[in-house]
């Protein structure tokens, strides 16, 4: 993985809640996580999360059970934008202890495909 893309990826991971055992837990980033990663881009067929898409992924202060995501698109005009924002939304909330997803797009800083970790470049032929 690059250094970029393994930061990227450890800032995310560091704002995991201690790991639960129970299966009423409460989620945690790595778990938010993981259910993002079940979103896939349509275009490039490779998940969001190894694409480097997903900034933030916290719980949402202004929801008692909802988790609020920052995250951006391979570019601005992306005509898979509004699917892949609405299965991220409800990735999420099939989670056991989320209600509401808060899906933020932002395109600062732009994503380039140095935010992608080693596993997406493998899947895309990148070297």
């Known amino acids: ?13 560091s704002t995991a809640k201690p790991d639960s055992t129970s299966e009423n837990a409460d989620s945690t980033a790595t778990d938010w996580l993981d259910a993002l990663r079940q979103v896939i881009d349509p275009e490039l067929m490779v998940n969001i999360v190894d694409l480097g898409l997903i900034y933030s992924v916290s ?10 995501v ?10 898979a934008g509004p699917q892949i924002v609405q299965q991220a939304k409800m ?11 808060n899906i933020m797009l ?22």
């Open 59 to 68: 719980p949402d202060e202004e929801t008692e059970k909802g988790v609020a």
């Open 1 to 13: 993985m690059s250094d970029e893309s393994n930061e990227a990826n450890e800032s995310l991971e």
């Open 106 to 127: 932002t395109m600062s800083p732009p994503w380039t495909p140095e935010r992608m970790t080693d596993d997406a470049r493998d899947q895309l032929g990148i070297f």
């Open 91 to 101: 990735a999420l909330e099939r989670l056991h202890d989320v209600d509401l997803a």
């Open 70 to 79: 920052e995250m951006t698109l391979t570019s601005p005009a992306c005509p």
